[in-house]
């Protein structure tokens, strides 16, 4: 858990200085929902939260290869989100 959590920081800090309709206090906000939401749904439903973890843990790479591009990054905090509800 921590570490998906770092990872989300790690792709918000590198992208920290991008211009985009989602800025990146929205992008840093969208992370801190998916991260307290993952954490709330693996203490209740571990068979819903392993997926979005998994999935996280694959995507996230892209997005540190591509920081500057935090208007899909807010897609796919939304989209983890959406899987999550």
Known sequence: MKKIIA???????LG???WAA???DEAQ????AVSKKVQETAQTDRAKAIPVIQEIGVRIPEFQKNPYDIEALCAFYDEMLDKLQ
Do not use: E
């Not at 990872?7 to 800090?13: E, I, K, R, T, Y």
């Open 7 to 13: 990872l989300l920081s790690a792709v918000f800090v």
């Open 16 to 18: 920290g200085t991008a």
């Open 22 to 24: 989602c800025t990146p």
């Open 29 to 32: 906000a969208k992370a801190d």
